[in-house]
């Protein structure tokens, strides 16, 4: 597969990574850690370089399968994984940066990852009680002890990645980014990315499913899906939103390719400093995804997309409030 470099920062990973949450978090249908473990590896062979992860994904259990997983290859990947929340008995209970947290979790984290350095190491969300500066500072020394190699933020505003980057220069952001998610680029975030020579790390790349033509106003969600409380997933927008998976379909079609290739193929061109991390839970899903690197959209095909979803507004948030006011702080 194709290789990227995450800005200047010197890392690199193929152009297609693997989001590891929804193996087993999120979407009500979880695989075995034994099913978990063999995608993970599928994906690596087929050229997969960037899995990403996080403490509060199980909790914990997440951390556990990436690390079981990818120890047997760990010279040929980058693992990447988040700290920033307190969890008590098994739940997240608000938000904890402080620099005596992050160490603590970090040694915890390399010990279920089974590994002894985290490649990245994502602040997951901003925690507006610790400057950004003091958790900066917490990852630079974990850097110095030869713990952490590289420094990541996910879903912070323009200008606190500014004021991080000062402290520990910022090898990516992790942002949801998306044909029907589009904030980075009117919210300064790739501008602060162009600027800084900082990665970015396309999350939900194919809003988490919509995208794929594998949903619909008809579609009944599991029982423990986190999707049932977005906004997007209700059937009136779900039914709005429609025409941006036609106009997939539309493009596709031309290319011998489906939607969510197209959805892949597009993030790419956008930037070459911008790797998308689509999670699945099934094989021939995994091999469509990681088969987007091959798509290639030329100049009138990106034009003739900008103008089509110009005209198609999204309906729905893509969180509730509550959800909403952690991201862009």
């Known amino acids: 597969m194709q290789k990227r470099m995450l800005g200047k920062s010197g890392l690199e990973v193929s152009a297609i990574g693997f989001g590891c949450m929804g193996l087993n978090f999120s979407y009500g249908h979880a695989l075995s850690n034994a099913e978990s473990i063999k995608l993970i590896r599928d994906a690596a062979e087929r050229g997969a370089t960037l899995f990403d ?27 990447a994984t988040k700290f920033g929340f307190n ?19 970090c040694d915890a984290s390399l010990k279920r990852l089974g590994i002894e350095v985290i490649d990245l190491y994502y602040q997951h969300r ?13 990852v630079k020394d974990l850097i110095a002890a030869g713990k952490v190699k590289h420094f990541g933020l996910s879903e912070p505003g323009a200008q606190t990645v500014r004021r991080a980057h000062a402290v520990q220069p910022v090898t990516a ?33 194919l809003g988490k499913g919509f995208l794929t033509g594998a949903m619909g106003k008809d579609t009944k969600l599991e029982a423990g899906d986190f999707r049932a409380m977005l906004p997007r997933f209700t059937p009136e927008a779900m039914a709005a939103n429609q025409a941006l998976v036609d106009l997939l379909k539309q493009i596709g079609k031309a290319k011998t390719a ?11 061109a956008r930037k070459p400093w911008i790797a998308p991390i689509p999670g699945t839970t099934k094989l021939h899903r995994l091999e469509e995804n990681i088969g987007a690197a ?4 030329t100049q009138a095909d990106l034009a003739e997309i900008e103008k089509a979803a110009a005209a198609i507004k999204v309906e729905g948030e893509r969180y509730p409030p509550h ?6 702080r």
Request: with cysteine.
């Open 53 to 79: 992860t996080a403490e509060v994904y199980g909790p914990f259990t997440n951390e556990e399968i990436v690390g079981e997983a990818l120890r047997p290859i760990r010279d040929r990947v980058v693992i």
């Open 87 to 105: 969890i008590v008995d098994g739940k997240m209970a608000g938000m904890n940066s402080r620099p005596e947290h992050i160490r603590e979790v």
């Open 258 to 268: 489906t939607p969510a290739q197209i959805a892949l193929a597009w993030l790419l």
């Open 294 to 297: 091959d798509v290639v959209l």
């Open 173 to 205: 952001l992790q942002n949801e980014y998306s044909l029907w998610t589009r904030g980075p680029e009117t919210n300064g975030i790739l501008q602060a990315c162009e600027e800084l020579g900082v990665g970015l790390v396309a999350y939900s790349p």
């Open 323 to 328: 959800l909403m006011a952690t991201t862009g």
């Open 126 to 138: 901003v925690d507006p009680a610790v400057p950004i500066e003091d958790v900066a500072g917490a």
